[in-house]
C-alpha cells in the first residue's frame, strides 16, 4: 500500500560541478489526493540539499534511500529548503540529522496555525466514519502513519531573497508569499532553468490557498514565468512547462473574479464553492471541494479580514461537498 515512488533526473552533470551531480525530483502523488507533495533532490560535488521532506517518517525513509542511492560515498545532505510550513512538505525533516533548516521567516508563524501531526491522527482514527468528516479524513488521509513526528522548525530563515550554493550549484530562494501560506518559497536553480515552486503552483487539482489572495499568488507565478524556466516542479502533481504554469495562472485569475463576483452577491465561502463545483466550471482538475478553503481565503481579503482560517470548519464543509457528490456518483 505504500509502494515508494522513484528519483527522477530531472538533470544530471551540473554545469561546473565535480563528480556525480544532478537535480532530482521524488514524485509520490496522483491527481485527487492530499499530502503527496513533490520533494526535490539538489547534488553538486561532495554536497547535496533537499527541497521539502515527505509527511511522514516512513515516507521520508523511502526517500531518503532513493537519495543515497544516487549520491556517492561521503556525500552528506547538508541542507534541507522547506517551501513552506504545511506538514506534508516538512514532517520529516526530523531524518536528517545535522542539516541547516530554511524557510522564510513567516513560515515559522504559519507552523502555529496548523494541525499538529497527533491532532491529525485523531482526525483520522477519532471521528465517525459515517459522517463527512470521518469519511473525508479517512479517504484522504488514512494513508499516512503520523506516529513518532516531532515537529523541526526552521534553523536558519529570511525575508525577500537568498542565494546559496549546494556545491557549485547556484540556489536562489524566493519569499514570495503571503500565497498559499503567509511565508512560501521557491527554490529558483538559474543555471539548470529549473523551479521547485512548492505549492504555489499545483497540478491537475483544485488549489487550496490558506493565505491569498489569489492574485498574489498569480503573481509568484508571474515571477516564476519571467525566470524563463524549462521546468516547474508544482507543490503537487506533474512537471509543468512555462504554458501549463500559464494555464495555472489564468485558472488563478478566472477563480479570482469568480470569488469577486459571487462575494458581491452576498454568498458566503461555501455557498459560492458549491456554486462553481455545481457549475462545473472546471472539469478537468481533481478535489474541487478544495474551492472551500480557497475561496474562504479570498473572501477574508475581499472582507478586509485578518482573522485565522478555522481550519476545521472549513475541511467540514469540504468534506460535506465531496460527501454529497460522492453519494451522487459524481466524484472526481
Ligand atoms: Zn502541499
Not at 515559522?108 to 497527533?118: K, R, S
Amino acid at each position: 500500500m505504500n509502494t515508494a515512488p522513484t528519483l527522477v533526473p530531472l538533470v544530471t552533470g551540473v554545469a561546473g560541478a565535480a563528480g556525480a551531480a544532478g537535480v532530482y525530483v521524488w514524485s509520490p502523488g496522483a491527481a485527487g489526493s492530499w499530502g503527496l507533495a513533490n520533494c526535490g533532490l539538489l547534488v553538486a560535488g561532495r554536497e547535496a540539499a533537499l527541497v521539502d521532506t515527505p509527511y511522514t517518517l516512513d515516507r521520508t525513509d523511502d526517500f531518503l534511500a532513493a537519495a543515497r542511492g544516487v549520491l556517492a560515498p561521503g556525500t552528506g545532505i547538508t541542507t534541507v529548503l522547506t517551501t513552506h510550513g504545511n506538514g506534508d512538505h516538512g514532517w520529516g525533516n526530523q531524518r536528517v540529522r545535522g542539516a541547516e533548516f530554511v524557510a522564510t521567516r513567516r513560515t515559522l508563524e504559519h507552523q502555529c496555525v496548523e494541525p499538529t501531526p497527533e491532532q491529525l491522527r485523531h482526525l483520522v482514527e477519532g471521528t465517525d466514519p459515517g459522517q463527512p468528516l470521518g469519511w473525508y479524513f479517512r479517504r484522504h488521509f488514512g494513508r499516512f502513519d503520523f506516529r513518532g513526528i516531532t515537529v523541526q522548525r526552521p534553523t536558519r530563515t529570511f525575508e525577500g531573497r537568498l542565494d546559496l550554493r549546494v556545491g557549485d550549484l547556484p540556489v536562489e530562494l524566493h519569499d514570495v508569499g503571503p500565497a498559499h501560506t503567509v511565508g512560501d518559497m521557491v527554490v529558483h536553480l538559474p543555471t539548470e532553468r529549473i523551479v521547485f515552486a512548492g505549492d504555489v503552483v499545483f497540478a491537475g487539482d483544485h488549489v487550496c490557498h490558506w493565505a491569498g489572495p489569489l492574485e498574489g499568488v498569480a503573481r509568484a507565478g508571474e515571477r516564476i514565468l519571467a525566470w524563463n524556466p524549462d521546468v516547474v516542479v508544482p507543490g503537487h502533481g506533474p512537471l509543468l512547462d512555462q504554458d501549463g504554469l500559464r494555464g495555472h495562472i489564468a485558472y488563478l485569475r478566472d477563480l479570482s473574479e469568480q470569488a469577486s463576483s459571487l462575494h458581491a452577491r452576498g454568498l458566503t465561502p461555501t455557498e459560492a464553492a458549491r456554486h462553481l463545483v455545481e457549475e462545473d466550471r472546471y472539469p478537468d482538475l481533481h478535489l474541487p471541494e478544495r474551492l472551500v478553503i480557497t475561496l474562504a481565503s479570498e473572501f477574508r481579503h475581499l472582507d478586509g479580514s485578518d482573522a485565522e482560517p478555522d481550519i476545521l470548519a472549513l475541511m467540514s464543509d469540504c468534506a460535506e461537498i465531496a460527501w454529497q457528490r460522492e453519494t451522487r456518483g459524481a466524484v472526481r
